[in-house]
T-cell receptor, first 115, second 112 residues
Framework: AQTVTQSQPEMSVQEAETVTLSCTYDTSESNYYLFWYKQPPSRQMILVIRQEAYKQQNATENRFSVNFQKAAKSFSLKISDSQLGDTAMYFCAFHYAGNNRKLIWGLGTSLAVNP | SAVISQKPSRDICQRGTSLTIQCQVDSQVTMMFWYRQQPGQSLTLIATANQGSEATYESGFVIDKFPISRPNLTFSTLTVSNMSPEDSSIYLC?????????FGPGTRLTVL
């Protein structure tokens, strides 16, 4: 079965500190794309970072980076120097390469950044 | 990337009526999707909007209740038909560009 598990329903972090959100997934395929999306209270779903499964190098976007462990099927998100604007629901998701682009979603982690 | 707009951003409707949500993408895209999201929950895929052919619906969603149009590569509509309070939700459209899905701002629907 294709599943995404985010084991931390809620997390909090102090402003300027670092936090890591966990994500594990299950698939028998080898070629896929992984994503972290952020959804603030405005409900706009925003792409944070993406990772191609065939790339060993971990993706980085400014303060956001991932730890991609393909064998362990793990895809955690690290947020450095947390800012108040990072407060949001974070969703981990993946889809396969090829014609099927349907995203498989986790249930989300609600992150609160405290001043 | 793709920039996606949705109309309306929110609406309050009476039960038994229908609402059509529009989704416009700023570039031609091959795949568009429609989702439903309850507050505080993850996204549930309603259907894949196929250009030039009938939409592909997920289990639990039917064309009579959620008819979808996709007349070209930049536009799609979702209609929520014969609404009941259980249809109150956020509806989002998305489009795939360079293997990544981008999302519209969503439509908040309340059915009384």
């Amino acid at each position: 079965a294709q599943t995404v598990t985010q084991s931390q329903p809620e997390m909090s972090v102090q402003e300027a500190e670092t936090v890591t959100l966990s994500c594990t997934y299950d698939t028998s395929e080898s070629n896929y794309y992984l994503f972290w999306y952020k959804q603030p209270p405005s409900r706009q779903m925003i792409l944070v970072i993406r990772q191609e499964a065939y790339k060993q190098q971990n993706a980085t976007e400014n303060r956001f980076s991932v730890n991609f462990q393909k064998a362990a099927k793990s895809f955690s998100l690290k947020i450095s120097d947390s800012q108040l604007g990072d407060t949001a629901m974070y969703f981990c998701a993946f889809h396969y390469a090829g014609n099927n682009r349907k995203l498989i979603w986790g249930l989300g982690t609600s992150l609160a950044v405290n001043p | 990337s793709a920039v996606i707009s949705q109309k309306p951003s929110r609406d309050i409707c009476q039960r038994g009526t229908s609402l059509t949500i529009q989704c416009q993408v700023d570039s031609q895209v091959t795949m568009m999707f429609w989702y439903r999201q309850q507050p505080g929950q993850s996204l549930t895929l309603i259907a894949t909007a196929n250009q030039g052919s009938e939409a592909t619906y997920e289990s639990g969603f039917v064309i009579d209740k959620f008819p979808i149009s996709r007349p070209n590569l930049t536009f799609s509509t979702l209609t929520v038909s014969n609404m009941s309070p259980e249809d109150s939700s956020i509806y989002l459209c998305s489009a795939t560009s360079t293997d990544t899905q981008y999302f519209g701002p969503g439509t908040r629907l309340t059915v009384l």
